[in-house]
């Protein structure tokens, strides 16, 4: 899922043989790999062919320069109901298109008497038909073909001697008889030795003076505490690249297994230096005991209840530098089909040397470990990690986070949420089976449902019985019958009243006096026809069909509830305000007994600019089933609503672009919702 134009495109590669003699080159595939040709504008899977269409987006205010076509916002109720409820606004509230109601009200008669079929109920939302057709860069199951090429040593217990080697390769020992330190690499002794780890901050004691200086503080200190035995990294890793990245593989280990780990600091206002590391928070969290020396001061034992350390943990200077802590959770969830979900990363992808620190610095804290390479990005290398150990279920969770800083909402990886919501507390529903070349995850267990944005449609939906409506709404068609009636009765009185051997006048015939009180009777009836039909459609909305519908700008509850449903007689709201699905959500507090969205939002909405060049543009969101609204903003459209958790007895729903070239998902916002309703396609 993504949103910034930091994403890294990749194209689709078949194994198969085009028979086409056509040079171009096919833009996308189906589900069924048959190719398709198009232009470069945004496209969308339909939700009834399952064709790659372009995307036609209803607009308050349509924007002819738009990547997407760009039309008014129109409604497909029944146009009978639409007439009527316009004649019925014009009767009650005359302007100066009054002058147009005889008009007006001719259309709507023949629209009565023109038969239609109705909108169909289905108690699903439409489904998204589309699924991943590309190959994986790395899978979870050894038994999927994946483009990366394990290496030839790249054994599973090869791999599990060098990241669980729980102890380190060299340590510097302090010898009695000779009055020397020397380098130790002997495992019978490395591995008995009491030892203790040191830790510094580069730019803090190397800028400060030499290495020669640090090193022999280190060893007063040692010796000082009772032991005769360190390991720091300036004399303990190799120089060699290969053998240098076993050793980090093995640091959290090294901390672990260390006495206690000796933090150096030139003073006491340093500490903010050393927090701001990658490897602080492994060396804080996994060590027996701290201790730290700033200066020539003693020695002093610390903690992580320190105030120093706490405070630099509350101001997230451990955290933003390194890596949330992970725990475990034992629990599994079944799967379907694979979905792609672009979930990019961001523009400064790290490779090589930098990104082997960042995520060896976080391995340690995982059970199963792997050997990462050079060659990969970071995301690509912690997505093999998470897939690794699966039953955290940490990628799984994150993909339902939604971003506080949304120039992140790229990147799946994502440590703060923008509803508050804590990375465990969210059950994920959806699996990462693999990750694509350019770092999008591929899920597996997916429910989506494809979002309308071209107009709204015809929705079938029921208000509550009662026999005033039943009557309100077969009256106009009863009508219809005295009318006709009417004229029957007065033409068959002419044709008797003319034949007549009599002579008798043709206005005091019986048919003809009746029929014409008929006709009276059934125009006046006729004329306030509208108002029966828009009261017969009018009342609270009890069932209808589920639809997920998109407008770019902003509208009010009202105003979706006229494009659904056509205007009605009275104040019964068909559409409610969101307490709590989208980040401009503001629910009613004390001033309501339920649980409802303030209509501020909507003035909040309105007022806000109509695009932010970091969130986007604002969107309108209505969903049918729980006949709610939202409003959010993204960069694109989302076209597709996915289910990927549920988090505080809400439903986690991430809102996603579709890149039909790749066959991938871009996450263009997220939201919680308590009442959502997903249906389980074959496709998903």
Not at 325 to 349: C, D, H, M, T, W
Request: glycine share 6%.
């Amino acid at each position: 899922m993504s949103l910034l134009a930091s994403a890294h495109a990749i194209k689709l590669k078949m194994n198969f043989v085009s028979t086409t003699t056509d040079q171009k080159q096919p833009q996308c595939y189906s589900s069924q790999l048959k190719p398709f040709y198009h232009g470069t504008a945004s496209r969308y899977t339909s939700p009834s062919s399952g064709k790659c269409k372009r995307l036609i987006v209803q607009s308050v205010n349509p924007n002819l320069n738009s990547d997407w076509n760009e039309d008014n916002v129109r409604s497909n109720a029944p146009l009978s109901t639409q007439l009527a409820g316009r004649l019925t606004r014009m009767m009650f509230n005359p302007s100066n298109e009054t002058f147009l109601w005889l008009f007006i009200w001719l259309f709507y008669i023949i629209t009565l008497l023109s038969p239609s079929r109705g909108p169909v109920f289905a108690a699903y939302y439409k489904p998204y038909l589309m699924r991943f057709v590309g190959q994986l860069w790395a899978a979870r199951s050894p038994r999927e073909y994946a483009l990366r090429a394990r290496a030839a040593d790249e054994d599973d217990g090869r791999v599990r001697r060098v990241t669980h080697a729980l102890y380190p390769r060299f340590l510097v020992v302090y010898d009695e008889e000779r009055r020397n330190w020397t380098r130790v690499n002997v495992e019978a002794v490395v591995r008995r030795k009491p030892y203790v780890a040191v830790t510094y901050c580069y730019d803090d004691v190397i800028n400060s003076g030499s290495t020669g200086a640090l090193i022999e503080r280190v060893r007063n200190a040692t010796l000082d505490q009772g032991f005769d035995a360190y390991w720091l990294d300036l004399e303990c890793l190799f120089e060699d690249p290969v053998q240098k990245a076993q050793d980090l593989y093995r640091m959290s280990d090294v901390y672990r297994l260390a006495s206690f780990t000796l933090i150096i600091l030139t003073n006491e206002s340093a500490w903010p230096a050393w927090g701001g590391r990658v490897w602080t928070l492994p060396e804080a969290l996994l060590s027996r005991e701290l201790r730290y020396k700033a200066g020539n001061n003693a020695l002093t034992r610390t903690t992580m209840k320190n105030p120093i350390l706490s405070t630099l943990m509350a101001l997230g200077r451990i955290r933003s530098r390194g890596w949330s802590v992970i725990s475990s959770s034992k629990k599994q969830y079944g799967a379907a089909k694979a979905l792609p979900l672009n979930l990019r990363v961001r523009k400064e992808v790290l490779r090589g040397d930098i990104a082997q620190k960042r995520f060896t610095a976080l391995m340690g804290f995982f059970e199963h470990r792997i050997l990462p390479n050079a060659e990969e990005t970071e995301l690509q290398a912690l997505a093999r990690l998470f897939m690794a150990n699966d039953n955290d279920r940490i990628a799984d969770r994150m993909i339902s986070m939604f971003p506080r800083d949304r120039r992140g909402i790229n990147q799946w990886y994502t440590k703060e949420d923008e509803y508050g919501a804590k990375l465990w507390d969210i059950e994920p529903v959806v699996q990462v089976i693999g990750i694509t070349s350019n770092g999008s995850l591929v899920l597996d267990g997916c429910r989506a449902a494809a979002i309308r944005w071209k107009n709204f449609p015809s929705i079938a939906f029921a208000t509550r019985r009662s026999f005033r409506r039943l009557l309100a709404h077969a009256l106009p068609y009863t009508t219809l019958i005295l009318f006709l009636t009417s004229c029957v009765m007065i033409s068959i009185g002419n044709q008797t009243a003319s034949t007549s051997v009599y002579g008798t006048s043709p206005g005091t015939s019986p048919l003809v006096a009746g029929g014409g009180v008929l006709l009276a009777f059934s125009l006046i009836l006729l004329i306030f026809a509208p108002i029966f039909t828009t009261y017969a459609h009018s009342g609270r909305v009890v069932l209808a069909r589920p639809w997920l519908i998109g407008v770019k700008g902003v509208i009010s509850a009202q105003e979706a509830s006229d494009y659904l449903y056509g205007r009605q007689i009275g104040d019964f709201r068909r559409t409610l305000y969101t307490p709590s699905g989208s980040p401009l959500a503001r629910p009613r507090e004390s001033d309501s007994k339920f649980r409802e969205g303030h209509v501020s939002q909507y003035d909040a909405a309105l007022a806000a600019p109509p695009f932010d060049p970091i969130e986007g543009h604002m969107f309108t969101l209505v969903d049918t089933i729980s006949g709610t609204i939202y409003y959010f903003r993204a960069h694109r459209p989302p076209t597709v609503c996915l289910f990927t958790g549920s988090e505080g007895g809400q439903g986690r729903f991430v809102l996603a672009s579709e890149e039909c070239s790749c066959s991938e998902l871009r996450r263009e916002t997220g939201t919680p919702h308590a009442e959502f309703h997903l249906c389980l396609h074959a496709h998903f």
